[in-house]
C-alpha cells in the first residue's frame, strides 16, 4: 500500500512542489500526497495542489488557540489515514498535542543550517551574520521551534554579491532536493534515532 504524505503549509508552496514533482517521478516510491492543508486562505500552494488534482483543506487559524486549531488539523489528517506529515512553508508553531498525536511523523525544512538562524528570515540572519556558507536542514518536529533531529543538511557557499534573494535561491533549489531525500529515508524506514542523531540503516 503507498504511504500516505499530508502537507501542511502556508504561502507559496515550491517545497510541496518539489515533493509533488519526485512523487510523480518516482524519486519518493510508494507514495502519495494525500491532502494539502493550508491555515491561510488564498495559498498560491493550495492553487498548486488543486492544479495537480490533490485534494486540498484550507482551515483559518487565525484568532483560533494554538490547540484549538491544531485538533482541527488532526482530525483532517486522520480523516485521510496519513502515514508522514511533511511542513512546508508552514508558519505556525505546533501544539505539544500535536507533537505527540504524530511522534517522529512529522519533517519540517528550514533554510539555514540549524541550530544557526532558526526563526524567520534565515537568509537574511545569515547575511547579516556574515557566514560564509549557509543551506538548509530537513528535521523532526518536535514542540520547540526548528529543533528536533536533524536528518538531511545541504551547504551552499555565500557569496561576496550576494543579496537575500540570490541566496534564497541557491537554498531553495537544495531545500528542494534534500526534502525529497529526506521524505523518502523516512518513509522507507531506513534510519534509527539515537539522541539527538538520526542515523542511516540499510
Ligand atoms: C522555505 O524556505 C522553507 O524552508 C521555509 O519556508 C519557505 C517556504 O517556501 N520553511 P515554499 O512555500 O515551500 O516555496
Not at 491544531?70 to 505539544?96: F, N, T, W
Request: include cysteine; glycine fraction near 8%.
Amino acid at each position: 500500500m503507498k504511504k500516505r504524505i499530508g502537507v501542511l503549509l502556508s504561502g507559496r508552496g515550491s517545497n510541496f512542489e518539489a515533493l509533488a514533482e519526485s512523487v510523480a517521478a518516482g524519486r519518493i516510491p510508494n507514495a502519495e500526497i494525500s491532502i494539502v492543508i493550508s491555515n491561510r486562505e488564498g495559498a498560491p500552494g493550495i492553487e498548486r495542489a488543486e492544479s495537480r488534482g490533490i485534494g486540498t483543506r484550507v482551515i483559518p487559524s487565525k484568532g483560533l488557540e494554538r490547540e484549538t486549531y491544531d485538533r482541527q488539523v488532526a482530525a483532517v489528517l486522520e480523516e485521510h489515514k496519513i502515514d508522514l506529515i511533511c511542513l512546508a512553508g508552514y508558519m505556525r508553531l505546533l501544539s505539544p498535542y500535536f507533537v505527540a498525536k504524530f511522534p517522529n511523523r512529522i519533517l519540517n525544512i528550514h533554510p539555514s543550517l540549524l541550530p544557526s538562524f532558526p526563526g524567520l528570515e534565515s537568509q537574511r540572519q545569515a547575511l547579516e551574520y556574515g557566514v560564509k556558507v549557509a543551506g538548509c536542514t530537513v528535521h523532526f518536529v518536535d514542540e520547540n521551534l526548528d529543533a528536533g533531529p536533524i536528518i538531511l543538511q545541504s551547504v551552499v557557499p555565500v557569496k561576496d554579491d550576494d543579496t537575500e534573494e540570490s541566496l534564497n535561491a541557491r537554498i531553495l533549489k537544495e531545500e528542494h532536493r534534500i526534502y525529497s531525500e529526506a521524505v523518502r529515508i523516512v518513509l522507507e524506514g531506513k534510519y534509527k534515532i539515537e539522541g539527538r542523531r538520526v542515523l542511516r540503516t540499510n
